[in-house]
């Protein structure tokens, strides 16, 4: 069981929330609006909770569902009242367009988030290879889905990887923190595909293993 904060009110947090609960694991949202946060740990029942943003989160493992553009100031301003948790990132810095992403060259959000946390406070990149409908609607073969998880630490990796299991996920370790990276190209071929090959966006990014 872990305890989980999500900050961010919208799709994904409604998603990794509603699953959360249902694995076992504690919630407590937090959000910009008071009443809206009340509103969502309502719906999501199961005893969640609201917490208030910039003060320390309830959760050991702190799930940033929000825009890119918010996600490194939301950090920063939390400072130290992060120090101890798994910050997990899962935003997708796409461009207009999806014609590219807007995170630096050479970089991810998830590494710009990873500068501004507190030292004792490690950083992954997972979850953005998922799209909210997916994991709400889950599994359509009984195959679980595949949850990729890159980070330099490997505690904050195996915390993680727990928490996927117990929302019914496969976890796949992949790689360290510059991973990140790929992960976020990843999610732009995934809206590549749903635009053009696939051409709707009910489907996931798995692993199939051979041997
Ligand atoms: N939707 C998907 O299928 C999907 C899949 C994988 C990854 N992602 C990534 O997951 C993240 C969340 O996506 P979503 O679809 O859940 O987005 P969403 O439905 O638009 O919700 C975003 C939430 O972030 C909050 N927020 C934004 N800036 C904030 C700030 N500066 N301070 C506090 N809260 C802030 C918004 O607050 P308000 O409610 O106050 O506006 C809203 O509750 C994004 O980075 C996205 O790229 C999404």
Not at 92 to 114: H, K, R
Not at 141 to 152: S, Y
Not at 175 to 193: S, Y
Request: net charge negative; charged share 15%.
């Amino acid at each position: 069981m872990s305890s989980i904060s999500i900050i961010g009110l919208g799709s994904m947090a409604r998603a990794l929330g509603g699953l959360a609960l249902k694995g076992g694991n504690t919630v407590e949202v937090i959000g910009r609006d008071v009443a809206k946060a009340a509103e969502l740990a309502r719906e999501l029942g199961s005893g969640a909770t609201t917490g208030t943003l910039g003060a320390v989160p309830a959760g050991d493992i702190v799930i940033l569902a929000v825009s890119y553009s918010g996600s490194a100031q939301i950090v920063s301003q939390y400072g130290n009242a992060l120090a101890g948790k798994v910050i997990v990132d899962i935003t997708n810095p796409f461009a207009p367009g999806f014609t590219g992403l807007v995170s630096p060259d050479g970089s991810s959000a998830t590494q710009e988030i990873a500068e501004v946390a507190p030292a004792d406070a490690p950083v992954v990149k997972a979850f953005n290879t998922l799209f909210a409908t997916v994991l709400t609607a889950g599994p359509a073969d009984g195959r679980p889905l595949d949850v990729f998880i890159a980070g330099d630490d490997a505690r904050a990796k195996a915390a993680v990887s727990a928490f996927a299991e117990s929302i019914g996920l496969r976890p796949f370790d992949a790689g360290p923190l510059d991973m990140a990276r790929r992960l976020e190209e990843a999610g732009l071929l995934m809206m590549g595909l749903g635009r053009h090959g696939v051409q709707h966006y009910d489907f996931s990014l798995g692993v199939t293993i051979l041997h």
